[in-house]
């Protein structure tokens, strides 16, 4: 008899239609800022290549293409994948792949990791194998761009239970802080059906971050609190933004 699977909670929450749902109101335009604001300082050639790590529907990739860079975009979720391969293009492509293993090798010169789209696994080997991957895949020199939450801010913060509704779909979020993960439960009801999904992101911190880099040949040389690209300070910034250089 062959072994069931067992699926870990991003398998199944970011392939669920849900999902979507629920962050279909993400702000697009703080997104494109941020992403301007990153093209102005690091001033890329148009023939770099870059890699958007955990792209889910591609829409940073999509509008980095737009500006004319040569894009591929990676993400776990096969849904979301399919969604984003309609905008393909000579220059914009997309491939289901797991992050903590290699895509390609010494191929890119810019990878990008945004929105906190990182620390969604149990083992520290896990996180250190993600930023192996990229610094393998990454050219001489090449940068790596990191955009994490500021986990000493969310944790001060942290507001225990919200209801949102979206689409008429009340959806119940709760969240704790359990064993260093900062954990999401989100239940609801739909046609009669009940739902219960959750997100676990780790509240890693720049120590931590630090120690990752390190180890992998990367070398940090901006830190930025929020996406205006501001000073970084650990008890107000709203995200923790690292760009490393690999060495």
Partial sequence: MSEIKHLEWFECWFNSPYYHVLYKSRDFSEAELFIDNLIQLLKPEKTNRFLDLGCGKG?????LNKKG??????????????CAKMQENETLHFYTHDMRKLFRSNYFDVVLNLFTSFGYFEQEREDNAVINAVSKALKPNGI????????KKVI????CQETKTVDGIDFKIIKTLENNFIVKKIQFTDKG????FEERVKALTLADFKKYFEANKLKIVHLWGNYKLEEFDELSSDRLIIVARKI
């Fill in 59 to 63: 829409r940073h990739s999509i509008y």
């Fill in 144 to 151: 790596m761009v990191l955009d994490f939450m500021n986990s």
């Fill in 156 to 159: 001060a913060n942290l507001s």
């Fill in 193 to 196: 059906k009940a739902y219960d």
């Fill in 69 to 82: 860079f040569n894009v591929t975009g990676i993400d776990l979720s096969e849904g979301s994948i399919a």
